[in-house]
Nanobody
């Protein structure tokens, strides 16, 4: 069974940094674009960032652009999200996902496989 496992979440003070990781259980995932989404309490899930299979293409939401960096290491079947200058509004459960459709897609309906999420809490 295909699995995505997020790690690296936690509690951090505003202005701090965290690095999330998403490990894929199958090597075939290195062929596909991947993304990060987040969902805060009482809000809909929202796009954070996406990356192409090679890592050469990336896309960010306006709310995280310049603060977050998405990357991947295909040799390790792992995608990362480096989060700097964290704000209280970044508090959410963060999910990684894989899309079989390619490209840099911001809509969660375009993603086919999802992890279970990791909590990020930013205290002000």
């Amino acid at each position: 069974q295909v699995q995505l496992l997020e790690s690296g979440g936690g509690l951090v003070q505003a202005g701090g940094s965290l690095r999330l990781a998403c490990a894929a259980s199958e090597r075939t995932f290195i062929r596909y674009s991947m993304g990060w989404f987040r969902q805060a309490p009482g809000k809909e899930r929202e796009f954070v960032a996406a990356i192409t299979w090679s890592g050469s293409g990336t896309r960010y939401s306006d709310s995280v652009k310049g603060r977050f960096t998405i990357s991947r290491d295909n040799a390790k079947n792992t995608m990362y999200l480096q989060m700097n200058s964290l704000k209280s509004e970044d508090t959410a459960v963060y999910y990684c996902a894989v899309t079989l459709g390619g490209g840099l897609r911001p809509a969660d309906r375009d993603y086919d496989y999802w992890g279970q999420g990791t909590q990020v809490t930013v205290s002000s």
